[in-house]
């Protein structure tokens, strides 16, 4: 049966106009201040501008904003949600100087960000890279985190993780086609855990760009992969104990989110930060490696719920 709008019922139009333009994202751009000058960060918004809950998703080391659209579909009834593309990938700037490839930097570009956000508080949602930074945002003093989901990251990253990104971050790779990128780019993504091929693609598109010769490439500097080939052993060993020293000095509850066959977050490390720090509350994921994409419903359940601070499958 079809349903006729009537000028009985002239708001109607409007009101499920203005819903549907809500779980479409609005890209935006901020301008950051690096020491070599300023650069421009991308960032994809969805919901109401106007609503004071605010949820930053912020992506992994490779990767780029749109990655949460299923995500952020779910909550922009309940949130302005923003999705940046850290600086050197997506539709963000790429900076001539690759040491600015770094954790403390990308603070920095958040800091920047939730300035223009104008808001007291957010919810921050980090996959992998994403949570570090988070984990550094939250850990400042006077910080607006009010709540914080760290996907598949903690402040120790295993070795072999490393080794197996090492890989293929920043190699020079050409795709003839959406099809054959996302046939390719699925060969070191097993981690992620299963998707339906229309899943996959709408993964995947995002993340090349034209290479003007009828093909594609990744959609973010090689470079990013230059800072990540200088880590030295003592270089990770700081590191990790910086890290934990930022979460112990946590405050904000915190959900820790683990693909059960993880090869990044142990499930070692994982208890450790149940016991210790602001005690995350673990949830695992079976079936799903290194890191769980948020796609599937019932991982973005487990997120929406903690945000919206329900108790777990209330």
């Known amino acids: ?3 006729i709008l009537t000028p ?5 139009a409007a009101v499920n106009h203005a819903s549907t333009a809500h779980l479409e994202p609005r890209l935006r751009f901020v301008t950051c201040l690096r020491g070599l000058g300023l650069h421009r960060m991308a960032y994809w918004e969805w919901g109401d501008p106007k609503n004071p809950r605010v949820v930053v998703c912020v992506h992994g080391l ?5 990655d949460f659209d299923a995500l952020a579909r779910d909550l922009a009834q309940d949130f302005r949600v923003v999705c940046p593309d850290i600086v050197g990938r997506g539709r963000s700037d790429w900076l001539a100087d690759p040491s600015g490839y770094s954790i403390p930097a990308y603070v920095a570009d958040m800091v ?3 300035a223009r956000l104008d808001t007291e508080s957010v919810d921050w949602v980090g996959t992998s890279m994403g949570g570090l930074i988070g984990l550094g945002v939250a850990a400042l003093p006077g910080s607006p985190v ?5 996907n598949d990251v903690g402040p120790r990253i295993e070795a072999v993780a490393l080794a197996r990104i090492g890989t293929y971050l920043g190699m020079p790779v050409r795709f003839d086609s959406l099809e054959q990128a996302a046939d390719l780019l ?3 993504s097993q981690g992620f855990g299963p998707h339906t091929r229309e899943q996959w693609l709408a993964l995947t598109a995002p993340q090349l760009k034209p290479d003007g010769r009828g093909g594609f490439v990744p959609h973010y500097d090689p470079a990013i992969g230059v800072p990540f080939r200088s880590l030295t052993p003592e270089l990770a060993a700081a590191g990790e104990a910086a890290l934990w020293a930022a979460y112990d000095s946590l405050c904000c509850p915190t959900l820790l989110l683990r693909g059960a066959e993880s090869d990044l977050l142990s499930k070692e490390t994982a208890a450790q930060m149940a016991g210790r720090g602001p005690r995350a509350r673990v949830h695992e994921f079976p079936g799903v490696g290194h890191a769980p994409t948020l796609v599937q419903s019932q991982q973005r359940a487990v997120v929406r719920e903690f945000l919206l601070g329900r108790p777990a499958g209330a």
């Open 1 to 3: 049966m079809a349903i």
């Open 8 to 12: 009985l019922d002239p708001g109607s």
């Open 62 to 66: 490779s990767r780029q904003g749109r």
């Open 112 to 114: 920047t960000l939730l």
């Open 146 to 150: 009010r709540r914080l989901v760290l």
């Open 186 to 188: 699925w060969q070191v």
